[in-house]
Structures are given as structure tokens and as C-alpha cells.
């Protein structure tokens, strides 16, 4: 069974940085698509960040560009999100989701994840 954990979510103040945490367990894919999406109440959840496990490709959504960046650690099962230059519109729940499917670009809007982890909150204060 698929598990995803995120953790190292927290209030930091505008201009500071954040490293957020998905652990990975209970899988047995080699290849896969992982990413990190966002939602505020009562807005639609919008991926921020994606990355093709097997061969390092990453995407960001223009309004994380040059300020977040996605990784992994293969050896620690876990994915990253390195977050910088923090902004209050930053705040949200933060959530890792993974899924084996490689037949489009993990990026693509049509690309759907199935696993999905129980979320991290981030506050940004102005």
C-alpha cells in the first residue's frame, strides 16, 4: 500500500524559507511522476511543482519559478520542496502526490494523481 507523509510545514515571516518533506513508502514503482500541489479554502488545489522520478525532470508553475525547488533523495524515499523567498500568498496546505502512469508529462493538466499525502500547512506572515 502506497503511503505518502509530508512534514516540515510551519509559520515563518514574508522573505524567509521553508523545506517541506514527503516520505514515500509502499511502492514498488521504478518510474513515476511526483509533485507538490497547494489549496487554500475555497480555492481550487493548483500543483506548484512536478517532477519525473527515473529521469529528473522538473516543472514549476510560474508563481513559485526561481523561488521553490523540487528534489529527491532516492536512498531516503523521500521528495522535496525547498521554498525561498516566502511570500503571505504563499500560505496554503501543501500536499505530495505521486503516480506511476509515464504515458504523458508528469506536468501535463491532464495528468491525474492517485496517491496523495494528508497535507503540511504553511503560514507566511507579512
Known amino acids: 500500500q502506497v503511503q505518502l507523509e509530508e512534514s516540515g510545514g510551519g509559520l515563518v515571516q514574508t522573505g524567509e524559507a521553508l523545506r517541506l518533506s514527503c516520505r514515500v513508502s509502499?511502492?514498488?514503482?521504478?518510474?513515476?511522476?511526483m509533485a507538490w500541489f497547494r489549496q487554500v479554502p475555497g480555492k481550487e488545489r493548483e500543483v506548484a511543482a512536478t517532477?519525473?522520478?527515473?529521469?529528473?525532470?522538473?516543472s514549476y508553475a510560474d508563481f513559485v519559478k526561481g523561488r521553490f525547488t523540487i528534489s529527491q533523495d532516492n536512498a531516503k524515499n523521500t521528495l522535496y520542496l525547498q521554498m525561498n523567498s516566502l511570500k503571505p500568498e504563499d500560505s496554503a496546505m501543501y500536499y505530495c502526490?505521486?503516480?506511476?502512469?509515464?504515458?504523458?508529462?508528469?506536468?501535463?493538466?491532464?495528468?491525474?494523481?492517485?496517491?496523495w499525502g494528508q497535507g503540511t500547512q504553511v503560514t507566511v506572515s507579512s
Open positions: 509502499g511502492y514498488t514503482f521504478r518510474t513515476y511522476c
Open positions: 502526490a505521486m503516480d506511476p502512469d509515464i504515458r504523458i508529462a508528469c506536468s501535463d493538466p491532464e495528468y491525474v494523481y492517485n496517491y
Open positions: 517532477i519525473y522520478i527515473g529521469g529528473d525532470s522538473t
